[in-house]
C-alpha cells in the first residue's frame, strides 16, 4: 500500500510563487510516473503535470512556462514548483502516484489534496 503525503499549498498573491510537495511512503516495488492534478471549484479535475520514470515531463497549456515539475527519487517525492501564479490557478492539487507493488500488481494512489487560493 502506498500512502502520499502532500504540503505547501496556501494563500498567495497574483504574480507570486509556491511549491508543493508529495512524499510516497509505504510498501511498493517502483514508481512509474508521478503526476499533479487540480480540481477547481465547480470544475473536473484536470491534469496539470507529469513525470515519468526517465524524467519525461509534460504540462497542461495552460502552465507551461510557469510551473515545473521535479522528483526526487531518492527520497520518493514529487515536487510542483508554481510561479507567476493567476487567480485561475486557484484549486485543490492532487497528488498521483502509479507503479508497481510489492506482489508485483500495478497500483495508483492519490494524496489528500492541498488547496492553493491565489488573490488578485
Known amino acids: 500500500q502506498v500512502q502520499l503525503v502532500e504540503s505547501g499549498g496556501g494563500l498567495v498573491q497574483a504574480g507570486g510563487s509556491l511549491r508543493l510537495s508529495c512524499a510516497a511512503s509505504?510498501?511498493?516495488?517502483?514508481?512509474?510516473?508521478m503526476y499533479w492534478y487540480r480540481q477547481a471549484p465547480g470544475k473536473q479535475r484536470e491534469l496539470v503535470a507529469l513525470?515519468?520514470?526517465?524524467?519525461?515531463?509534460n504540462y497542461a497549456d495552460s502552465v507551461k512556462g510557469r510551473f515545473t515539475i521535479s522528483r526526487d527519487m531518492a527520497k520518493n517525492t514529487v515536487y510542483l514548483h508554481m510561479t507567476s501564479l493567476k487567480p485561475e490557478d486557484t484549486a485543490v492539487y492532487y497528488c498521483n502516484v502509479r507503479g508497481r507493488g510489492t506482489d508485483w500488481g500495478l497500483y495508483d494512489s492519490w494524496g489528500q489534496g492541498t488547496r492553493v487560493t491565489v488573490s488578485s
Open positions: 509505504g510498501s511498493f516495488f517502483s514508481i512509474n510516473a
Open positions: 513525470i515519468t520514470g526517465d524524467t519525461s515531463t
